[in-house]
């Protein structure tokens, strides 16, 4: 039977600490492996650093821990992000902000499936829409943005801005919120977009 | 110019910006209870909106949050 959380509690703060945290070790090892789905073989040699990482903060935030859930879900939300902020991390490591950035400049080729006048609406479209971004955005909200439609995730551009992630995220809000209200302004609606690119 | 999907997804997440957002740490600070209330069969997004919002905009919390559901699904850890 699963302890409680109190039971979790008193024996990760007490003299028991280590016969607890190697049960709970189990539990968050067990999870991770399942949470990872098709990326657990690939990454099996770091599931025990991802725990190591997640057993860490766990101790280190147990005061912040206010019950309103089970005590394993909440341990198993800290490690689930340490190991895929991780691994997002390093799939990214070596790759830099302006590579990334200039990249979409790089490649204008249009579908080469797609019929001549549909692939001329959308090039219109996604330069319009980058004429917006160039005179709506800031230049933190515009490196953030352009980071983004290259593809890079969150923490990897947070690492590059000197921020992190949860900031990098109200900034693209706002980013977005400027956008929509041109898109407004200019008659542009995102189902319009959509549609033109064969969705909605 | 841009990879078309993610320009796709861009222009949804515009579409879907609201005035009010919650960040990735309210969100991950929810996301426990959030993921019980799935789990339970209670209607999570009409009871936490603010977090379903997020994870449908937020491609790294709904990664975490589709990886951390399908973890407490399977181990019945919960």
């Known amino acids: 039977m699963e302890p409680s959380n109190d039971q979790w509690l008193v024996a990760l703060r007490g003299p028991t600490r280590d016969e607890a945290l190697a049960e709970l070790r189990v539990v968050l090892m067990r999870g991770l492996r399942i949470a990872l789905g098709g990326q657990a073989n690939r990454v099996e040699s770091s599931v025990e650093d991802f725990v190591q990482e997640a057993l860490i903060k766990i101790l280190d935030n147990l005061d912040s821990f206010r019950g309103e859930c089970r005590f394993t879900t909440w341990a198993q939300k800290i490690c689930v992000r340490t190991a895929f902020a991780e691994m997002r991390r390093s799939r990214w490591r070596d790759v830099s902000l302006d590579e990334v950035i200039s990249q979409p400049e790089a490649s204008t080729a249009a579908d080469p499936q797609l019929d001549p006048e549909r692939a001329a609406t959308q090039t219109m479209i996604m330069e319009k829409f980058r004429r917006f971004i160039d005179e709506e955005l800031t230049d933190k909200q515009r490196t953030a943005l352009l980071a983004a439609l290259g593809g890079m995730p969150l923490e990897a551009v947070a690492d590059r801005m000197n921020t992190n992630r949860n900031a990098l995220y109200k900034l693209l809000h706002d980013a977005r919120k400027r956008l929509k209200r041109r898109m407004s302004a200019e008659m542009l609606s995102p189902q319009d977009v959509l549609g033109a690119f064969g969705e909605g | ?78």
Do not use: W, Y
Request: aromatic share 6%; proline share 1%; charged share 35%.
């Open chain 2, 1 to 78: 110019m841009f990879d078309r999907d993610i320009f796709k997804a861009l222009i949804g997440e515009i579409a879907d910006t609201r005035e009010v957002e919650i960040g990735c740490d309210e969100c991950f600070e929810q996301l426990d209870r959030f993921v019980e209330m799935k789990l339970s069969g209670l209607n999570a997004a009409q009871a936490m909106p603010l977090v379903q919002e997020h994870v449908e905009i937020c491609g790294e919390c709904r990664e975490e949050f589709e990886a951390l559901l399908a973890a407490l699904r399977s181990t019945g850890e919960r």
